[in-house]
Every structure is written in structure tokens, then in C-alpha cells.
């Protein structure tokens, strides 16, 4: 319907915090099993050293040095993954974000109706219509939320955004539609 008010505008202009936002967010939910290694290896790292250090002997020696580095190593790589990766990748897309968009700014404006939402892109001025039948989940961080869709795809939508309605409004309206 041409004539129908959105319930709901958004213009977020993702930045580099939103993105690392979203990245942390995307990896703690599907890498919870390393996050359960790195609880596992630590509590054998502590299970190697703390014995020994209770009884007064060095809490490594060369009988227990190797696997003390292995786990020492693989936790820090697991920690890497979970605090830096995040920012790293937060750079890279927002490198590509300016090289594709000129280095202007990029604004993502979503208007929310009754039935849908149209999403459109600054850079490319098209628009994307999507059905709530297509958005599979929502979650949320401090500053966004994000909303996959049935396609794989992640929209990302600024709490400060909302030109119309607010974040509470529209975390209830969304939660009904999916």
C-alpha cells in the first residue's frame, strides 16, 4: 500500500563499534562450545600447576612444561578469538564500507509497516523489501539489534536510530512478528 505510515523508521549508520558489536555477538553465539574449551583447558592448566605448587615444588618442571604451554597457547588463541578478532574484522569491513561507498558516510534506513520492511541502502539507493515470514531472530546488544533473516543474511539496527517509535516499542512489535 503506497499510503501506509511505517510503524517504524530506523536510520543507523553503522560505524566501527556497531560492527564489533555485532561480531562479538555473532561469535559468542556460535562458538559457544570454544568458549566451554576454554573453561576446560583452564581448569587443566590449573590442575597441572596448583597441585604441585600446594605440595612446594615448582609448579613446572620439564615433565609438566609441554602440556602447561599447549593449554597456556590454546587459551590465549581462544581469548584472541573472543576480544581482538572482533576489532579486526570491525576495521576490514569498515575499510570495504569506504572503498565501495567512496568514503561517504553509509545510511541504512529500514521503515517497519504493519506486514513488512523495506531496507535501503545509501550506497546503492535500491531498495529490499522483507516479509516478517523471513526474519528467523532477533537479538540485542548494548546498541543494536540485529535480525536474521531466512536468507543468512544479519541486519543491523541502531537503538539510537529510530527516527519513529522507540527501542521498547519496537523490540515488542518485532517479538510478535517472528
Known sequence: MPDEKALFVNETMPDGKLYEQFYRRLMFKRNREALILALILF????????P????????????????FLIILFSGMLLLFAFSGL???LSRKIMKKQRE??????????????TDHAVFRSSISNKTTDFPYS?????TETEDLFLVQTKNKQTLLFSKSG???GDPDSFRDFLSEKI
Open 86 to 88: 572482533p576489532a579486526i
Open 52 to 67: 604441585r605448587a600446594l605440595a612446594g615444588r615448582p609448579p613446572l618442571d620439564t615433565g609438566n612444561l609441554l602440556p
Open 43 to 50: 581448569i587443566l592448566l590449573l590442575v597441572l600447576v596448583l
Open 134 to 138: 523471513d526474519f528467523l531472530r532477533m
Open 162 to 164: 529510530f527516527s519513529q
Open 100 to 113: 565501495v561507498s567512496g568514503g561517504l558516510p553509509v545510511l541504512l534506513e529500514t521503515e517497519f509497516f
